[in-house]
């Protein structure tokens, strides 16, 4: 899979990309990430990429023809444009699914107040979010999307079962994790864990996750994030 960024902060994906699972599977040739500097798509002499909002109002909105000229120097019209923005529709592990089976993705990053809104309307193919919360620009949020996405690649996550089982995909929490010591600080691990009745373990596994999602999550359960 490649994976495309267009950002005015390239050195923010630096580490991230060297690091850990996405570090391994950048190295491993599974996802080929290529981030792109938006400032040299800027206007003029001074590199031009933001300017004031139409209508007044505070703060800067990114122009939108450095941000078409970065993506279209790509020359990929196959590539499945993504704009990040507090304003896009709320991404979801279903949804992380969708861009993992596509071959070319672009990641817009927005900053400032605002992108003009003619990105959203010519370029990109959606905008999503990655929660309820503004950030200063969209890097981290693409971030968010590469390790999402990643991590669901063939080959990526050691053990398939980790990545079918986990929390969300089944539409519910996870049950909670234990390993040794078996009591610390008094608490104990529940007798249950212990026994080596996979049948009693499987049971109290799938209870403490409906428990659990029931309590903290309702939203779940009436299939907003589900598979
Ligand atoms: C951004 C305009 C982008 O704050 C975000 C964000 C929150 N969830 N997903 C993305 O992106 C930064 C701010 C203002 C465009």
Excluded: K
């Excluded at 491993?28 to 798509?41: E, K, S």
């Excluded at 206007?43 to 122009?63: E, F, I, K, N, T």
């Excluded at 499945?80 to 089976?101: D, F, I, K, W, Y």
């Excluded at 049971?203 to 999550?217: F, L």
């Amino acid at each position: 899979m490649r994976i495309d960024v267009v950002t005015l902060f390239p050195e923010l994906f630096d580490a991230p990309l060297r690091t850990s699972l996405l570090g391994r599977a950048v190295a491993a040739g599974v996802v080929d990430v290529r981030v792109h500097d938006l400032r040299l798509y800027g206007l003029g002499r001074h590199r031009v990429v933001d300017d004031a909002p139409y209508g007044g109002g505070a703060g800067m909105v990114l122009r939108p023809e450095p941000v078409f000229a970065a993506v279209e120097a790509l020359d990929a019209p196959e590539a499945h444009v993504v704009l990040l923005s507090p304003r896009g529709r709320r991404l979801v592990q279903r949804r992380c699914e969708a861009l993992a089976a596509m071959a070319h993705l672009v990641l817009v990053c927005g900053r400032y107040e605002g992108v003009d809104e003619r990105v959203a309307l010519g370029l990109a193919d959606e905008e999503l979010s990655i929660g309820d919360y503004v950030l200063a620009g969209g890097e981290v949020a693409a971030l968010v999307v590469i390790e999402a996405v990643t991590r669901l690649l063939p080959g990526v996550v050691g053990n398939p079962g980790s990545v079918r089982t986990e929390s969300h995909a089944g539409g519910l929490l996870e049950h909670p994790h234990y390993t040794r010591p078996a009591e610390f600080r008094g608490m104990r691990v529940p007798d249950v864990l212990l026994s080596g009745d996979h049948e009693a373990i499987a049971r109290w596994r799938a209870e403490q996750a409906r428990r659990t999602t029931e309590r903290r999550r309702p939203d779940l359960l009436q299939g907003d994030a589900g598979p």
